[in-house]
């Protein structure tokens, strides 16, 4: 056999670089005394409400496939919900997916929409999953770097240079993760209408928009005049109730695209398992409460880590949503990756350079602030520390 077994590979798979998130998380897995704001998952344990609904769906016996797009107990629960708070309005009978997370609704919204070569519109800093999944489906993703000088909000203005006869789709993910930025309705009109104007398919990824602070309520772009049937929406339980294990997510959208997301769906997955498809109508029926209560800690310690990052001399803009904050550390004199390499080194603190999530997040990092008060803290003076010491 001449050349490797990595020739052989599909160059869309080579093309793409590891998740430079699980870099980090693989290096603070093997030391001792390590604090990680690395890895973004919510420190609390599922509610037990929800965690028993699925013991007692297994003590029923209720371990077989569901329908393809899930239980319909859920799908109608997830159309219910977006009746109540965003008076959206869709058939739980072919407007609702229900998929293995919301990673797996990403990829099946890309593979359905895009023949290859075509383009999506990715504002960074992003998901790491965004750029990477775009190519996996064929299509070619377009970064286009959003400003810290207008805390990472995506205008019109700067997607316009971007758009060409093979733009397909544009992809936005807010509350943001890396940044934790937020848009306001008066940005997603404008998007919305920049979206109309351009014939464009919008996927919008609302994972965190049960996580906003300061009372402001989560704006849907579904929501939004006339962008219902364009608007690809997807979402899931990992962040808002802490089921990140359960892998359930689902999406939304007009019927030709969720059936096409179906077609695919039902020779990759088959269907969400059972038990997690259960613990999810548990969390939508009798799961507020305790998602309140979980968002009013990280609340708490939001406003701990930005108050602390800015004592250090680490400018971060107040995260509104998600639970994540972006400082700049170029002060330091140090780049994204050396400094988070450095820190875990010197104090043994992960978390992960901001280039891992686009080019224009070089000269930031990413720290979670979903782990406890007396952890973020700690990691607070281990980063002082480093800085004084370090700093160039």
């Known amino acids: 056999m001449s050349g490797t077994w990595s020739e052989r590979l599909s160059p869309a798979v080579r093309s793409i670089a590891p998740s430079g998130i699980r870099k980090f998380f693989d290096i603070a897995s093997k030391m001792q005394d390590v604090i990680s704001l690395g890895v973004g998952e919510p420190d609390f344990v599922t509610p037990w409400t929800i965690r028993e609904s699925c013991v007692y769906g297994l003590e029923q016996g209720r371990t077989s496939y569901t329908a393809n797009r899930g239980l319909p107990e ?208 548990e969390a939508l029926r009798h799961g507020e409460k305790y998602m309140k209560k979980m968002v009013g800690e990280y609340d708490r310690r939001r406003r701990l880590i930005h108050d602390g990052l800015k004592k250090i001399g680490l400018d971060a803009f107040e995260p509104k949503g998600a639970f994540y904050i972006f400082p700049d550390i170029r002060s330091t004199g140090y780049g994204s990756s050396e400094f988070a390499e450095k820190l875990i080194q010197a104090e043994h603190v992960a978390l992960v350079p901001g280039n891992a999530f686009g080019s224009s997040g070089e000269g930031y990092v990413r720290c979670s602030y979903a782990t406890s008060i007396p952890k973020i803290s700690e990691a607070l003076n281990r980063i002082e520390n480093f800085v004084k010491k370090h700093r160039r």
């Open 74 to 281: 859920l799908r109608r629960e997830i159309a219910l919900h977006f009746l109540r708070r965003y008076n959206l309005d869709y058939d739980y009978n072919t407007e609702v997916l229900v998929t293995v997370g919301v990673s797996e609704a990403l990829d099946l919204a890309l593979r359905s929409i895009l023949a290859p070569g075509d383009e999506v519109l990715i504002p960074e800093p992003s998901y790491v999953s965004y750029a990477a999944c775009t190519t996996l489906a064929g299509g070619v993703p377009i970064s286009v770097a959003a400003r810290i000088e207008n805390e990472f909000r995506i205008t019109p203005e700067e997607l316009e240079p971007y758009i060409s006869a093979r733009t397909k789709a544009i992809l936005i993910g807010y509350p943001n993760n890396p940044t934790g930025a937020i848009m306001e309705r008066g940005d997603l009109e404008k998007i919305a209408e920049f979206a109309r104007q351009h014939d464009l398919i919008v996927i919008s990824d609302e994972i965190y928009g049960d996580l906003t602070y300061g009372g402001r309520e989560h704006e849907c772009f579904a929501a939004l005049p006339s962008m219902q049937e364009r608007t690809i929406l997807l979402n899931g339980f990992s962040k808002a109730y802490a089921m990140t294990g359960w892998r359930i997510g689902y999406a939304l959208g007009n019927p030709d695209i969720i059936a096409a997301m179906t077609k695919i769906h039902q020779y990759t997955m088959l269907c969400a398992p059972i038990t997690a498809q259960m613990a999810a109508v």
